[in-house]
């Protein structure tokens, strides 16, 4: 059964999405989704909504839009990686007492890949599933530095479109983070958001590797920290347009013992 909510969280009500959740039993674990800068609860063209309709019926889910994106409110200016994480940290406790489990999965994605890489530090309990990661911070990649001097020296609030051409690196950057020109491009936030997402390491989070899971091109840069690659076919387009790539992510998710 799916079920809309609205859950009041740090003064503004979020939409959240419940799946498969039956109040009158108690469940081993509970999957949470994180989408990225600029998505909704329903992930990168439906990505989310997608594995919600292909998981197994006794697996409960959860996906919200973040206050000041999708259907929540408030606005994208309020937004950063505090509100964020609280947001995520309140959906959780709620979740978690609507379901009785023991065990929470995060499932992120863009910058939804941070947070739950966050949250995964903070409870060694939980785990994180990773799709397609920028795990080395977005300023120590010199092919973005314009845009990164961009950044550094934009207005407090500033409108994404104002920040350069938005041309296909400018696209690709942006994609890295959740979304590309068509959902990323307009968007009001703060200058220090913006410089919040390009400096976080995934590295510098992992307390607990092996509770981390990845979907990634393979050849892509691990870092120096062992993390556990799920797939063991080629991922390349970062929003996993490719839809042989995005059915193999969902089929790999579905089988991921819960």
Known sequence: MIKQEWILCQGKRICAV?????VDRSYSAGIIFLHGFSQTKAGAYGLFSQICESLDRDVPTLRFDYIGFGDSEGETSQADFNTMVKDAEEMTGWFVNKICCSKIIYIGHGVGNYIAT?????????????????????????????????????????????????????????????????????IVVKREFLKEMIAFDIEDHCLYPENIKLLMNKDGDLTNISMNILNDYELHDVLLLDMLEREKVIKTICEYRW
């Open 118 to 186: 966050m949250l995964a530090e903070k409870n060694p309990t939980s785990e994180a599933i990773l799709i397609m990661p920028q795990l080395k911070a977005l300023n120590k990649e010199e092919k973005y530095r314009d845009i990164i001097k961009k950044i550094e020296f934009a207005e407090e609030y500033t409108d994404t479109s104002s920040l350069s051409l938005w041309n296909k690196k400018m696209d690709d950057f942006f994609a890295l983070l959740g979304g590309r020109m068509n959902r990323s491009k307009g």
């Open 18 to 22: 419940t799946s498969n959740v039956d």
